[in-house]
């Protein structure tokens, strides 16, 4: 979504991985407001940990003791790792962020929305000129059918999952499944 949308998407240390959070223990808490208010806020230190480069020694980050540990998945999510699966979060933010810089209209086309939660689903428009773009985003940890949007002349340049499925007019969307398509000119 924040790829497709208005505005300039902003991604955080590890996003781009799919890096989660990290609990930290109140004895190693940085952040001098997880330190003043704890327990009712914990800092922001959770989303502060080390990039995680690899799957050597605390992520291929440093060679000493980090100021954070990180999570214990570390060796799995990872630049290194994610990089030769083409299925990878990072691969998908590479895709999109390709697909942004190849198509003006999601970088600056109006949007106009479609469906706004029903279902758990989000799908939007992008136009500029006779540009246009489609997303349809599902939200929901189940599989979802969504009334087939797309109109003539669109073909998908984007999905999270596969290629689309289209069963009885509508679409079937697997849970967290993001697809992109755009008009053909």
């Given at each position: ?8 998407p ?12 990290v ?12 330190k003043?208010?704890w ?8 989303g ?6 690899n799957n050597?020694?605390?992520?291929g980050?440093?060679s ?19 990089t ?21 209209a ?47 002349g ?32």
């Amino acid at each position: 979504m924040l790829l497709t949308k208005k505005g300039m998407p902003f991604i955080y240390n590890g996003d781009e991985l799919g890096m989660i959070n990290v609990r930290i223990p109140r004895r190693q808490i940085r952040d001098r407001y997880g330190k003043m208010i704890w327990p009712f806020y914990k800092g922001r230190d959770q989303g502060r940990t080390p990039m995680q480069w690899n799957n050597e020694t605390v992520g291929g980050f440093t060679s000493g003791e980090p100021w954070l540990p990180l999570h214990e998945d570390f060796r799995k999510v990872n630049v290194h790792s994610e990089t030769n699966d083409e299925k990878s979060v990072l691969n998908a933010y590479r895709q999109l962020i390709a697909l942004r810089k190849a198509i003006p209209a999601l970088q600056c086309g109006e949007i106009e929305f479609e469906e706004t939660g029903r279902n758990n689903i989000l799908s939007y428009t992008r136009t500029l000129n006779d540009q246009q773009t489609l997303t349809i985003l599902n939200f929901s940890s189940r599989k979802r059918r969504f009334p087939c949007a797309v109109k003539d002349g669109f073909r998908l340049v984007f999905s999270t999952h596969r290629n689309m499925i289209v069963k009885n007019g509508e679409f079937v969307l697997f849970p967290f499944e993001a697809m992109v398509f755009e008009k053909q000119k």
